[in-house]
């Protein structure tokens, strides 16, 4: 029986699971190459913070990082965050790190609900990126040209991605989920010149067309001067809705499958634009480097999560989230890709579990609330399914509650790592995820991430352990962004991370250090909301309510709600004016369709003020502290202060 009092771990590795991870193999290779002894993960960790240059160098080595040129420089301005500069002399191409397996085993598999079922072998895969590769070529795509996908999560999606990079382009993407405003407050900035969508997609059962809205929000994207579109809710869909729009087949007609000519460019050549949006304006544009992320996400899955050549990895993503971008380097390590797409309770919510039987998954991923949910659905998968492929389940989104690690050891598997993982879009990887050598604790998250110099620091800017603090990195590390997008002088990007601590990354997260060396996140420290464990700002929200005229103003918060997060908008009603049912669902409908149903607000609630800084901003901060029950620090920062009491025990807030 597994201890959930928290007096003994849930989980813990046998002497011989420990034996053969990969983890253990790289601390003996770095025991090995420099004389140093590494008893444990503290010992590891602790090596790959103070000697980052001999970490990096050697794990470049370990993984078989494919390159021109390494370089004999690992780093350089290491005292300085931004400006710190991995493998400056390095020369290599992202997708060619991806793409090492060209047989005919599985490199992606794929189910869209339980519509739709295929597969693509690395062969397949290596062809049908060699044959987009010179398509896109022909259109005149070149390094640092943006390449956008509108798409769901299948195989054709990974393959134009490879596509793109392979040629020094720089992917992103969002989910078809997304309005028409949405999408144009992101590829509006980044002015793609091609654009990859899929007819539609399955949701729930539903079937969603996307091309009609392509068309629409393609009147205001005049970048785009390609549009390919993928097959998915048919054979051979009707590009004709959209101008000038070529199906994936038409696209590569003429081009035959064959060696790839990658682009070899700096290990920080943009890879990745990445969109995070804070509480003001359009989203941030986040750019991430193609060496720090391949480097950082190879770490992640070999040595955090053991992936191995011949894993099958799986997580539950869209590619408007940044674990699509995690998932994919899981090819760089030569495992399988388990891709889904639509909800992940179609049929039912036994789906995910199917999957893994079916496919005899290794790497179980997805959220915290999902799990919340098939605990609340009363779902017993140990009862269900044989799952005993399945070695480690992670999730992240939201913390993870104690109460959950409760219930996936005793109903879904008894003998499984469950790693909690977390960080962000903001550096596409993970500040502290799981340790397959060491135990679980109950609602803690296992380890911090290799050559991550991660501290909790208090409102002085002193460590602390043991109290809730702000999580910050004090040393520099290779998937830091290399830049935002139109942000020349680099203000908006130190401002982001760099305003609160000098020459210290601060990330915005709450968290505490255990006494196990482990990790308790209790959410954002700052006003971007997480519902469902998706970051978005307030701004797109507001965007949207500012177009009623009944509505005077507007403040939107994030309220902790069963375990996870709400989103609550209060309105400030032009004189007359009501808030009416019919009102509320006007202003949601809108919401959905020109945002995603992520930002859809849980609760609107009319309320006489809005309290703001004397310089005019509202104070959303405040709002929500107050909420909760919190007390609101510098109150005298306030040109209405008395405001905020209006917000103190809301009955309704109290509700489902």
């Not at 020094?168 to 992101?186: E, K, N």
């Not at 010149?193 to 007819?199: E, G, I, P």
Request: glycine residues 8%; contains cysteine; proline residues 5%.
């Amino acid at each position: 029986m597994n201890d959930i009092s928290g007096a003994k771990p849930l989980w813990q590795p046998s002497a011989e699971q420990v034996a053969g991870t990969t983890m253990t193999a790289f601390t003996r290779e770095l025991e090995s190459r420099y004389g140093v002894t590494l008893p444990d993960f503290a010992a590891l960790h602790a090596f790959s913070v103070n000697e980052a240059e001999k970490f990096w160098d050697s794990f470049w080595d370990f993984a078989g990082i494919i390159a021109e040129t390494k370089g004999e420089r690992v780093l350089i301005d290491a005292d300085k965050m931004p400006g710190a500069q991995f493998f400056p002399d390095a020369k290599l191409n992202f997708a060619e790190n991806l793409l090492r397996r060209r047989d005919d085993g599985d490199a992606l598999v794929f189910w869209s609900e339980d519509k739709v079922k295929r597969r693509m072998s690395w062969g397949e895969l290596h062809a049908l990126v060699s044959k987009l590769s010179q398509a896109l070529k022909a259109c005149g795509v070149g390094p640092g040209d943006r390449v956008a996908g509108f798409v769901p999560n299948m195989p054709e999606t990974i393959a134009a991605m490879l596509a793109a990079t392979s040629l020094g382009a720089i992917w992103t993407s969002c989910s078809p989920d997304f309005g028409v405003r949405g999408v144009l407050d992101r590829f509006g900035q980044t002015e793609p010149k091609v654009l990859f969508t899929a007819d539609g997609y399955f949701y729930n059962g539903k079937t969603i067309e996307s091309l009609p809205r392509v068309r629409e929000f393609l009147t205001d994207l005049p970048s785009v001067e390609k549009v390919v579109v993928m097959p998915l809710i048919s054979d051979e869909p009707d590009c004709s809705a959209v101008a000038g729009a070529q199906s994936i087949a038409e696209f590569t007609a003429g081009f035959d499958a064959g060696e790839i000519d990658y682009v070899r460019l700096p290990f920080n050549h943009p890879l990745y634009v990445m969109y995070s949006s804070g509480t003001t304006g359009v989203p941030k544009c986040i750019v991430h480097g193609a060496g720090g992320t391949l480097i950082n996400q190879m770490k992640e899955h070999m040595l955090h999560t053991d992936t191995k050549p011949g894993d099958r990895a799986f997580y539950f993503t869209t590619c408007g989230w940044m674990m699509w971008n995690w998932l994919v380097a899981g090819l760089a390590c030569e495992a399988t890709l388990l891709l889904f797409d639509g909800s992940p309770f179609a049929p039912d919510g036994n789906i995910l579990f199917d999957y893994a039987d079916a496919e005899k998954m290794t790497l179980f991923g997805t959220s915290a609330k999902w799990i919340d949910a098939i605990n609340k659905g009363g779902l017993v998968p140990k009862e269900s399914h044989d799952l005993s492929t399945v070695k480690v389940m992670t999730s992240t989104g939201s913390p993870l509650v104690p109460e959950s690690f409760d219930f996936v050891y005793e109903k879904v598997k008894t003998d499984m790592q469950l790693a909690s993982i977390s960080g962000g879009t903001d550096i596409v990887g993970c500040f502290m995820l799981g340790n397959p050598n060491g135990p679980v604790w109950r609602g803690e998250i296992q380890a911090l991430g290799l050559g991550m110099d991660v501290q909790v620091y208090d409102d002085d800017g002193k460590p602390i352990r043991g109290e809730k603090g702000e999580l910050v990195c004090c040393k520099p590390f290779p998937n830091m962004p290399v830049m935002f997008w139109n942000d020349d002088d680099g203000s908006r990007y130190r401002g982001a991370y760099f305003e609160k601590y000098d020459n210290i990354w601060c990330h915005g997260d709450f968290v505490e250090l255990t006494d196990h060396d482990g990790i308790i996140v209790y959410g954002r420290s700052d006003a971007t909301l997480n519902p469902g464990g998706v970051r978005i700002g307030t701004a797109e929200i507001y965007r949207q309510v500012e177009t009623f005229p009944q509505v005077l103003e507007a403040i939107v918060i994030g309220q902790d709600w069963d375990n996870d997060t709400r989103v609550v908008l209060f309105v400030r009603m032009a004189e007359g004016e009501e808030l009416t049912e019919a009102l509320q669902k006007e202003i949601r409908t809108r919401i959905r369709t020109n945002c995603t149903p992520r930002h859809v607000p849980a609760k609107i609630v009319a309320i006489d003020d809005i309290p703001r800084t004397k310089s005019g901003k509202i104070t959303e901060l405040a709002v929500r502290d107050v909420v909760h029950g919190r007390a609101v620090k510098n109150q005298e920062a306030l040109a209405n202060p008395e405001a905020l009491k209006l917000y103190e025990n809301i009955p309704t807030l109290q509700e489902d």
